[in-house]
Structures are given as C-alpha cells and as structure tokens.
C-alpha cells in the first residue's frame, strides 16, 4: 500500500546516510555511542540485543567493547531464512549475506533481552522503522514471546512527517541519532 512513498523515502535517507558516513561519521558516531551507552547503563540493562555495523550504520563496536568488559551480555542478529535468530557476541566474525559480519552460530538458548538497538534507514511519523525492505526484524519481534524496549539508531534522523510504515513495522520506544 505504502511501496512507492517508501521506497522513494528509503533512497532519498540512504543517499543521506551514505554522505554522512563520508565526511562527518567519526564525529556523529562519538555522540551517538556516548548516548546509547548512558541510556543503557543509567536503565541497568544486562541482556543486550546489539548488531554488527555496515557502512552506513552507527559504528556499535566501540560499544560492545566497553559493553562487554562491565560483564553485559551482547548478543547479536544470526540470519537464518526470512528472518534472524540471536547469538552472543563472539570472535570470529564471518562475512555473510549483504556483507554482514556474524560470529558463528551457537545452539545455546539466549536470555531473554531487555533492550534491542536496532540499526534504521528512516523513521516515519509514527516513529515506525524504515529499514533495507527484507522485513527482518519486523519478523524477529513479531516472533519473540515477549516485548523488550527497543531503541532506533541511526548517525542522523532521517524522519518523515507523512506515514508511510505498514501494520507490521516495528515501532520506537526511544531514538537516538546524531
Ligand atoms: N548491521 C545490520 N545487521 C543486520 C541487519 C541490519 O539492518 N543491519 N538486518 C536487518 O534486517 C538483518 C540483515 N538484513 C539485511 C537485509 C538487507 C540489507 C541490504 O539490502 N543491504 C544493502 C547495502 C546497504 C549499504 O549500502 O551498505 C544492499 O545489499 O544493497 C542489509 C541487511 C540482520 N543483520
Ligand atoms: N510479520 C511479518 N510476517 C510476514 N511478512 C512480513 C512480516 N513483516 C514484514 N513482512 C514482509 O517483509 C517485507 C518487509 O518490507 P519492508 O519494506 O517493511 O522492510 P523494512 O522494515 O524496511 O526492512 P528490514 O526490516 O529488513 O530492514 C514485506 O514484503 C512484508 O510483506
């Protein structure tokens, strides 16, 4: 119903991204982590569903590091058919599909997560995610039991005042950009 004005808004954020993460990413992404970091710490999240960055993303791996040595449990998206399931955080990664660097897989039950931070390409008016258009994380939440606090992160904003999100788009409970 919404394809055209969502896809249209997909490339035009993309374009944006794209520039950003040319010439002024060191700088957003400084910010970006320091915010993500204080969110998580001053709400004493210990079970974190993180994700391995591209390009265009923030850079979270500075993140998980500092995550990782105060003892918080990482885990991170495994792509696995039309959607993904999570694994912890471990070396090594390999590349995958899209480029995505993953670690390997693990058969392991994970904790239930009290917080996602999930990568966006836009945001619409109803703070609803924008995303790549495969619908991965709109599966992975609509799956998942129980509903953690989920967090959008992009280097900046790029939101639009018109609705253009589906019923099955995943909703905001907070943002935080450059
Ligand atoms: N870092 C990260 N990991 C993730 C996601 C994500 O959005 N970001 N996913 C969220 O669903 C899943 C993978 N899904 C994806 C589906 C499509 C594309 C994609 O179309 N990528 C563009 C390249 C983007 C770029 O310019 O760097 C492409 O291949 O054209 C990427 C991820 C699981 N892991
Ligand atoms: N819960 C669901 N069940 C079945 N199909 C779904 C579900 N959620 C999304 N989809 C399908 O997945 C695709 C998602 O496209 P959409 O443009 O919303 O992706 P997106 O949210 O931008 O991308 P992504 O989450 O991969 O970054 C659509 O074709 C949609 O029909």
């Known amino acids: 119903m919404n394809t055209n ?4 808004f997909r490339k035009l954020c993309m374009k944006r991204l794209r520039s950003t993460a040319l010439y002024s990413k ?5 910010i970006v982590v320091k915010n993500l970091k204080e969110f998580i710490l001053k709400n004493e999240f210990q079970n974190i569903l993180l994700y391995i960055p591209l390009d265009i993303e923030v850079d979270t791996k500075p993140l998980i590091n500092i995550l990782r040595k105060m003892k918080k449990n990482i885990y991170v998206p495994y792509m696995k ?3 993904f399931k999570i694994v912890k955080y471990r070396l090594p990664l390999k590349k995958k599909k899209f480029g995505i660097y993953e670690p390997n897989n693990s058969f392991l039950n994970p904790s239930r997560i009290d917080i996602a931070i999930v990568p966006v390409v836009g945001i619409d008016a109803l703070n609803k995610r924008i995303g790549y258009g495969k619908g991965m994380y709109d599966r992975f ?4 039991k129980y509903k953690p606090v989920i967090v959008f992160t992009q280097l900046i904003l790029c ?3 018109e609705i253009l999100s589906d019923n099955y788009d995943i909703k ?6 450059g």
């Open 5 to 8: 004005h969502k896809s249209d």
């Open 26 to 30: 060191y700088y957003k992404n400084k």
């Open 159 to 161: 939101k639009s005042k």
């Open 172 to 177: 905001a409970d907070f943002i935080i950009t």
């Open 141 to 144: 939440f609509y799956r998942l």
């Open 81 to 83: 058919g039309d959607s």
